[in-house]
């Protein structure tokens, strides 16, 4: 089959499980690469898009080997995403979650999960979603790397802030520091995009310390929160997600 499109996955499997509100709806955005799954709702023409990128998924398994399906397996970013009161709401899966193609290769969630080609492809998929209207970008783990490549590589777009959960900045300084294999087919962010942007990371987080982000990230822009982990103890933070 040319295509796998997995709609119903969040019944298939308990580790997968969180049904969206009856507001979202399916859609799978085209590019002119990837297709990409989103939930949207979309109830307010004029107010801005709140688009939730997801973080690189289940790209390992626990053994650190490769997967052949980099679909989440945590419900951490939707949980968030799902109960967000605002009234446009975008949760946005990244190249090869939920869809594949024959496009997909496992170098797009291993050493190339932040190359050219995907980050071209989420940049159309934001853009398409986007149009004209101003967006607020939130993104997870991995999620805010690659948003923040967006944002570079998309001046047009109307980013009214950028929050980042749990987020990596900069994967080559990360990979150094936790002794982890280069991401040799990966772009870098250098600097952080010149917008209004928040970070928030836990102190218990072993996946991305905090001290990384505190090194790259101005004080005024980062909370840092006690005894929170990579996908947990954010619950006292939602409000201030929720009203960015």
């Not at 970013?77 to 997909?104: E, G, H, W």
């Not at 600097?191 to 970070?199: D, G, M």
């Not at 982000?213 to 996908?231: E, G, Y």
Request: a positive charge; aromatic letters at 10%; one cysteine or more.
């Amino acid at each position: 089959m040319k295509r796998i499109c997995l709609l119903f996955l969040f019944a298939l499997c308990g580790c997968y499980t969180i049904s969206p509100p009856p507001s979202f709806v399916y859609q799978e955005i085209k590019t002119d690469t990837y297709k990409l799954a989103s939930w949207q709702k979309m109830t307010d023409p004029s107010s801005a898009i709140r688009i939730y990128f997801e973080g690189d998924g289940y790209a390992f398994n626990h053994a650190g080997h490769p997967t052949s399906d980099p679909t989440p397996r945590g419900v951490f970013l939707r949980k968030i995403a799902f109960n967000d009161p605002n009234p446009n709401v975008v949760y946005l899966a990244r190249p090869c979650q939920y869809v594949k193609d024959d496009q997909c290769s496992q170098k797009d969630w291993t050493t190339g999960r932040f190359s050219q080609k995907i980050v071209s492809s989420v940049a159309q998929a934001v853009t398409s979603v986007a149009g004209k209207r101003n967006v607020v970008l939130i993104a997870y783990s991995g999620g805010a790397l690659l948003s923040g490549l967006v944002i570079e590589q998309t001046p047009q777009l109307h980013v009214q802030e950028w929050v980042t959960l749990a987020g990596l900045l900069n994967h080559e300084k990360w990979t150094t520091e936790l002794k982890l294999p280069p991401l040799k087919d990966s772009l870098d962010l250098q600097k952080l995009p010149n917008v209004k942007q928040l970070h928030l990371i836990g102190d218990k987080d072993k996946t991305i310390p905090y001290k990384m982000t505190q090194a790259l990230v101005k004080s005024k822009d980062l909370i840092v929160i006690v005894k929170a982990t990579h996908n947990s103890g954010f619950e006292q933070y939602y409000s201030t997600i929720y009203q960015q």
